[in-house]
């Protein structure tokens, strides 16, 4: 009877190993091409800790059977970095201090209380004092809410600003210490989210400020009763997973596209970059991978834990993410402890080589 479980457990752990090497090629593989290898991806820590459980189990029980494991896991060592980091570089000099944070419309709190939502962020960029701030999902029409040149005026940190919205009145946000001598916007089509471009000079350098917040999945909790319920029992439930299921797949289409046009335009940029945002989709992704190509991760730089960003209702991942040029360092990433939003801010040091 043991030879059997053990026989069962190694067929189990077989397979766990392929899915883990699957996750990590999922990250090269488009996913308006093949949408369902993003799901291997997303999948990635799971898969990492059953192979990690695998280990364990075998060198109690059969050490010999530890390497099928051990070996998929250190194939895939660069992968544990973008996930988990065991301590950041911290620096104590002055740099350019980042800052990033999908506000998530100033409603996390409720609709009716956005004004005191909207006033407890403020509160906390008045205590930090960055030098550049990218807000995605911002409230810009309702003045009461988040007065923007007014913002600017009583920030005696920040100096010049740029937004643009996605919808009536929703949208993104760059304000920074330094003086901007161009700006763009890059619209995805068939989509209400969008990125901007600042160019901005510090000192006698130029750095380009990518801001961006690419295709959601538009799966509420609020709307969707099945996500709370331990089974599929009705047809209602069914019906739930299946339209999920649907806006799952698009995002992810959408997102792919989205990755390539943002790639395109960091490629075309004639200045160093800095690329901040809610890219919704995980380190393990083509979009991350997509996007980042060269650039530096400053969470992979200086971040320690996981990282999660994403703490709404839905399971949480790191999605929010800063991402610089070569030219320079990072030091000192963290996620801001305050939750305004179902987003954390993200942050850090800059300072060039």
């Given at each position: 009877?043991?030879?059997?479980?053990?026989k069962i457990f190694l067929w189990i752990n077989l397979l766990s190993a392929v899915f883990l090497l699957v996750s990590y090629l999922s990250v090269y593989v488009p996913s308006d091409s093949i949408w369902i290898s993003?799901?291997?991806?997303?999948?990635?820590?799971?898969?990492?800790?059953?192979?990690?459980?695998?280990?364990?189990?075998?060198?109690?029980?059969?050490?010999?059977?530890?390497?099928?494991?051990?070996?998929?896991?250190?194939?895939?060592?660069?992968?544990?970095?973008?996930?988990?980091?065991?301590?950041?570089?911290?620096?104590?000099?002055?740099?350019?201090?980042?800052?990033?944070y999908n506000v998530r419309h100033f409603?996390?709190?409720?609709?009716?209380?956005?004004?005191?939502?909207?006033?407890?962020?403020?509160?906390?960029?008045?205590?930090?004092?960055?030098?550049?701030?990218?807000?995605?999902?911002?409230?810009l029409r309702t003045n009461q809410i988040f007065n923007l040149p007014k913002l600017v005026n009583e920030f005696?940190?920040?100096?010049?600003?740029?937004?643009?919205?996605?919808?009536?009145?929703?949208?993104?946000?760059?304000?920074?210490?330094?003086?901007?001598?161009?700006?763009?916007?890059?619209?995805?089509?068939?989509?209400?989210?969008?990125?901007?471009?600042?160019?901005?000079?510090?000192?006698?350098d130029t750095m380009r400020i990518f801001n961006l917040h690419l295709q959601s999945?538009?799966?509420?909790p609020d709307e969707y009763s099945v996500l709370e319920s331990r089974s599929l029992n009705e047809s209602s439930d069914i019906k739930e997973v299946k339209e999920m299921g649907g806006k799952f797949k698009r995002a992810l289409i959408k997102r792919a596209e989205?990755?390539?046009?943002?790639?395109?335009?960091?490629?075309?940029?004639?200045?160093?970059?800095?690329?901040?945002?809610?890219?919704?989709?995980?380190?393990?992704?083509?979009?991350?991978?997509?996007?980042?190509?060269?650039?530096?991760d400053a969470f992979v730089e200086s971040g320690s834990g996981t990282g999660q960003t994403y703490v709404g209702k839905l399971p949480s991942y790191?999605?929010?993410?800063?991402?610089?040029s070569q030219d320079y360092n990072s030091f000192n990433f963290k996620e801001e402890n305050i939750h305004y939003s179902d987003h954390l801010p993200v942050s850090c040091i800059l300072e060039k080589k």
């Open positions: 009877m043991k030879k059997v479980l053990l993003s799901v291997f991806g997303l999948l990635y820590p799971v898969f990492l800790w059953i192979n990690v459980g695998f280990v364990f189990f075998w060198s109690f029980f059969k050490p010999k059977y530890l390497i099928v494991s051990l070996l998929v896991i250190l194939f895939g060592w660069g992968y544990i970095k973008k996930y988990v980091q065991l301590g950041g570089k911290v620096n104590d000099l002055e740099g350019i201090e980042v800052v990033s409603e996390e709190l409720g609709n009716d209380v956005a004004k005191q939502t909207a006033d407890s962020i403020i509160a906390f960029f008045l205590q930090k004092t960055p030098d550049i701030i990218c807000l995605q999902e911002a409230r005696e940190f920040i100096n010049h600003y740029q937004y643009a919205r996605n919808g009536y009145s929703r949208g993104m946000v760059t304000m920074t210490r330094y003086p901007i001598i161009n700006m763009g916007e890059i619209r995805f089509a068939n989509s209400g989210n969008m990125a901007i471009f600042t160019d901005v000079v510090i000192d006698s999945f538009q799966i509420s989205q990755a390539r046009i943002i790639r395109e335009n960091i490629n075309w940029s004639p200045y160093p970059v800095l690329v901040c945002g809610d890219f919704n989709d995980t380190p393990f992704s083509y979009t991350y991978h997509k996007v980042k190509g060269d650039l530096k790191r999605i929010d993410f800063i991402l610089h």
